[in-house]
């Protein structure tokens, strides 16, 4: 899952951000309101995390403008005013929800968790495909039972993957999943991550199609 | 003994001279009581002694005196006065009445003592037609002075009655004026003591009058005073409150990280980062302290003799291991003591604040000059640096509590200039920002040189 995180301390972001990728997020920051719509440009982010307090161009004002442009990406809120009125009018502009600094990371997490629940319209914090099994609360994949060892990247794409299971995934949306800023996304390489997950899969009933000129597709042999 | 009630000393400063007053008054109505009761008494007398004179006539050649009734009945007022009397001859010879008893001097009454009585006396003579050397004859009347005195209490106490009547009065509208008079008092007491104002309103008492209406207007003023000490207090609180959220997310996110991170060397990095958190924080939690020392009303003002030069030393030795591991060549510039008045430990951390800032501003390689002189009777402090400076549009703000220029990468807590512009001005000083000769920020404080 890929997040982006608009926080103008420098520190707090790169410390957030350090963590989130600990837990296999795919994570991209953002020190400025006015750089969030270029950052959302590209697609494939999940979830916005916003701190209310940005200089020039406030969170409000950004969250308003996402708004108008109709991007419907799920947005938590951080704000060091605790005020009802803080609070309300976040949620007014179009919020998700809000998290109060100073925050548990575990909390933040967790309300991450949820929203990316509900924008999946799931409700069960696991979700199974076949043997596959993914808990998003430790955000570890199981094979029939036993752990599955992945690295980020391939983490990345079996999660884009199963989040869709029985949809179609195109490569570009893939990609832009997977990757962050930092990195230049190569297409081909996703050829390679897919191979590389596959490898990992086999023996199992689950298995990821390749449908050309359309993209991929993780199914279990019952379907 | 010492009254501490209004409404007693406003009592006493009024009854206790009217009834001084009244007791004069009752001392001379004392004496024209008396003077009444002799003036009747003695027309009583000679009234009685007339008519027995007129009784006295020659029958058959002799001398003969008879007492009419009338002449003693007189006297008989009810308070069973005893009336004495005798006619004597111009020779002496008693005609009739008591002997022995004292004669007055005419024409003017005395008092005597006769048979244990103090009595009222009075002598009348008259010729008698045909009494040859007999005539005049003089007729002596007493009476005993119960009636006397009885006359002289009954006037006395009467006007007794009215004068403590009168001071009752005085005494009662007084207290009835006071009454009234303190009610807007006892209404301001009871409007201030009310249970519901802990908001500092101001109060309103009507009808209070000219005397009393500077006191409520003072203390509405001071109400004003303190409402917007405190209103600046609450600002500065949650100001503070909100500035540590942040800082302190960061710390429980380091924390955070460091519990889950396996690899060593990660987990390393991580406490390191989360110890020079919890320092900036620390230092951020003196600045704030400082600050609210610094606001006026806060710390008792003092009027240390402090040397300038001195201070500024003692700072940049401390800060100068800071300067050597960022690479920055920070040096002191004086010509000699720098004595101003002030509040020493503020004007420390005024300095420490100036230091902090242009260390944190510089960029490795570049230098930091403290310079120290005395010009028109101020002493002037310059702390010069090479970082990127303050542009002009911002330079009123940065003075402004928590404000940071938007942009800056910088982890300031936005206090520092706050800091040393509250103490400056304490300290009757003033200070300014302009630009380095070659880039950079030159800060100017100027405060008054303590005369030697």
Known sequence: MRLLLVEDNRELADWLGKTLRQANYVVDIVHEGEDVEHALAAGGHALVILDLALPRMGGLEVLRMLRARGNRVPVIVLTANASLDGRVKGLNEGADDYLAKPFQIEELEARIRAQLRRANDRTAPVVACGDLVFDTNTRLFSLAGEPLALTPREHAVLEQLMVKAGRTVSKAALSAAIYDFETDADPSAIEIYVHRVRKKLEGSRVQIATLRGLGYLLRHEDQ | ?452
């Open chain 2, 1 to 452: 003994m010492k009254i501490n009630s209004l409404r007693l000393q406003l009592l006493a400063w009024v009854v206790l001279p009217l009834a001084g007053l009244a007791t004069i008054n009752l001392w001379t109505s004392h004496g024209s009581a008396l003077a009444t009761a002799n003036l009747v008494t003695d027309r009583m007398l000679l009234g009685s002694a007339r008519t027995i004179a007129e009784q006295v006539a020659m029958t058959d050649g002799v001398l003969d005196a008879t007492i009419p009734p009338a002449a003693i009945e007189m006297f008989d007022t009810g308070d069973r006065d005893s009336v004495y009397y005798h006619v004597k001859t111009a020779r002496g010879r008693l005609l009739t009445g008591y002997p022995n008893l004292p004669e007055a001097l005419t024409p003017s009454s005395t008092e005597a003592t006769y048979r244990d009585h103090r009595l009222r006396l009075l002598t009348f003579s008259q010729g008698v037609v045909g009494a040859g050397k007999d005539s005049p004859i003089s007729v002596t009347v007493g009476v005993t002075l119960a009636g006397h005195d009885a006359m002289v209490r009954r006037l006395w106490f009467g006007a007794f009655a009215q004068q403590l009547a009168l001071v009752a009065i005085a005494g009662l509208f007084v207290l009835l004026g006071l009454h009234r008079g303190l009610a807007p008092l006892i209404r301001l007491r009871d409007a201030v003591r009310s249970p519901n104002r802990s908001d500092l309103d101001p109060v309103e008492v009507p009808g209070a009058q000219s005397e009393i209406r500077p006191l409520i207007e003072a203390l509405n003023a001071y109400m004003a005073r303190v409402r917007a000490q405190m209103a600046s207090q609450r600002r500065f609180v949650a100001n503070a409150a909100h500035q540590l959220r942040t800082p302190l997310a960061l710390l429980s996110t380091q924390a955070s990280y460091a519990l889950r991170e396996t690899v060593p060397d990660a987990r390393h990095e991580a406490l390191v980062a989360l110890q020079a958190s919890s320092g900036r924080l620390a230092r951020l939690a003196e600045q704030l302290l400082t600050l609210s020392r610094a606001e006026p009303g806060s710390r008792r003002p003092r009027a240390d003799r402090v040397d300038l030069t001195e201070a500024a030393r003692q700072v940049l030795e401390t800060h100068a291991p800071i300067a050597v591991s960022r690479n920055v060549d920070l040096g002191l510039e004086e010509a000699g003591p720098a004595p101003v008045i002030g509040d020493g430990t503020m004007l420390r951390e005024m300095i420490v604040n100036l230091v902090d800032n242009a260390l944190r501003y510089s960029s490795s390689g570049g230098s930091v000059t403290v310079r120290l002189a005395a010009v028109d009777g101020e002493a002037v402090l310059t702390v010069t640096d090479d970082g990127p400076g303050i542009p002009v549009e911002e330079r009123d703000h940065v003075f402004e509590r928590f404000y940071r220029i938007a942009g800056s990468t910088e982890e300031g807590s936005g206090l520092g200039l706050a800091i040393v512009r509250e103490v400056v001005e304490n300290a009757g000083g003033r200070v300014t920002l302009r630009d380095g000769a070659a880039g950079g920020l030159v800060v100017d404080v100027r405060l008054p040189l303590a005369s030697s």
